[in-house]
């Protein structure tokens, strides 16, 4: 199963989160329970300060680890992850959202965003003292409201981002920043291919490929000469016919393997696509 992070809600008792406009700002995660490796779908850039425990990111063969007195930058992408929580302890993070507007925003005064299109998909640093002041403050503002609140938590990430900047790793973080936002260096098919039977939706991808839906579904027409939902169905509905006729997986396993979270959704598509439904389809290839 694929997570989604984050999630948003109209649970407006999960004071876990801080939300305005059903947009999240971040997210005050603790963890009580060590759970295996999960792939999920961090939906936007983010910063993330472990606290207690670690974290690991795993990419294939490497894993990297971010220990309680570092934070990363990550972009937004589909993950395999899991969490070190210590003996009669708890995972503790803070992770702040960052709107790609806002990366947009401060690029213009980053002179050394030219400097390379090297792909940064994540930066790792240690927290100086001033690092672990801004957290620290950060998290005060998960209890309470006041006037002002949005307002000031906009202001803080650039007090961030002008830390991180004035940082050692500040050619790092404008290459991190670059990558973010200079979508002429995605290429939409490896994204959509590699991703192809991931349970993700048309926006989930154009998001993934640092454009707007609109945009997105224009850029994609002009490359495959149709509409992503349509080519995207053909390709899942395509694998699907292959594993029905070649394995005993049953159609409720082949709909997840093929990027499907609602099987009779799945049964609907294929027979649309096929003429037939995948039993039928089934009972076909048994006869012959």
């Not at 603790?30 to 990419?59: A, C």
């Not at 947009?104 to 005064?109: K, L, M, P, T």
């Not at 509905?237 to 159609?251: D, G, P, Q, R």
């Amino acid at each position: 199963m694929l997570l989604k992070f984050p999630q948003v809600t109209n649970n407006t008792s999960d004071n876990t989160f801080i939300i305005f406009d059903e947009t999240p700002f971040a997210k005050h995660n603790v963890l009580t329970k060590t759970s295996s490796k999960q792939v999920g779908f961090l939906s936007e850039h983010s910063v993330m300060f472990i606290i207690q425990g670690k974290k690991y990111f795993h990419f294939g063969d490497q894993t990297i680890c971010i220990n309680n007195n570092e934070l990363i930058l990550v972009k937004r992408g589909i993950y395999t992850i899991s969490e070190f929580i210590p003996d009669n302890g708890s995972f503790e993070a803070l992770i702040i959202f960052i709107p790609d507007k806002f990366l947009q925003s401060i690029s213009h005064y980053n002179s050394d965003l030219n400097a390379s299109k090297a792909e940064t998909a994540y930066v790792i640093l240690k927290r100086d003292t001033y690092l672990e002041q801004f957290k620290s403050q950060y998290l005060s503002y998960f209890t309470g409201d006041f006037q002002g609140k949005k307002q000031l938590l906009q202001l803080k990430l650039q007090e961030l981002f002008l830390l991180l900047q004035n940082s050692d790793a500040r050619q790092l973080i404008s290459r991190f920043i670059s990558s973010c936002i200079n979508k002429e260096s995605i290429d939409i098919e490896y994204i959509i291919r590699t991703n192809l039977f991931q349970p993700l939706s048309i926006e989930d991808y154009a998001k993934l490929c640092l454009r707007s839906l609109a945009s997105f579904k224009r850029d994609f027409k002009k490359q495959f000469a149709t509409s992503p939902k349509k080519w995207i169905n053909i390709q899942r509905i395509s694998y699907a016919n292959s594993l029905l006729k070649t394995s005993n997986k049953t159609v409720a396993e082949i709909a997840f393997e093929c990027g499907f979270e609602n099987t009779s959704h799945f049964i609907k598509i294929f027979k649309n696509k096929m003429g037939y439904t995948p039993k039928a389809m089934r009972a076909k290839v048994a006869i012959i």
